[in-house]
């Protein structure tokens, strides 16, 4: 293990983020071809948006935009979860596939306020590394 965040890759939160959306992208192929553009669609913009931020908000050169950037992908967890849940209701997915992908959710977003609260947790050799 090393003694420093070397990259944005280094972070579980972002480790955990990216498995999720891969989760999310294989589940999302046995869904409706003509919900593509709708349900399928935000579903995966906003996985895609959870480590995408983590990494643009690592990028940024002040702690204020970087922790702005871990609270918007707090925020498209959110909004993930939710997609989630309204596919199940309206019988897109099962709740078993629902229920399937919330405990990575859950993780990813344990982890993210971990991570704003930590004073320069990207510099820091405690940082939620794997």
Excluded: C
Excluded at 67 to 73: G, S
Excluded at 75 to 94: D, F, M, P, Y
Excluded at 102 to 125: D, F, N, Q
């Amino acid at each position: 293990m090393t003694d420093k965040i070397a990259s944005y890759r280094d972070l579980i939160v972002w480790q955990q983020a990216m498995d999720l959306t891969v989760a999310i992208y294989q589940v999302t192929r046995t869904w409706p071809k003509d919900e593509i553009y709708g349900l399928t669609g935000q579903v995966r913009r906003a996985a895609t948006s959870v480590p995408a931020n983590i990494a643009e908000g690592y990028g940024r050169e002040s702690r204020a935009s970087y922790q702005q950037f871990l609270r918007i992908a707090q925020g498209s967890l959110k909004e993930l979860e939710t997609h989630l849940l309204i596919a199940q209701r309206v019988g897109i997915t099962s709740r078993e596939a629902v229920e399937s992908l919330m405990p990575h959710s859950e993780s990813v977003g344990k982890l993210l306020p971990l991570l704003i609260r930590k004073p320069a947790a990207h510099y820091t050799p405690t940082a939620l590394l794997p």
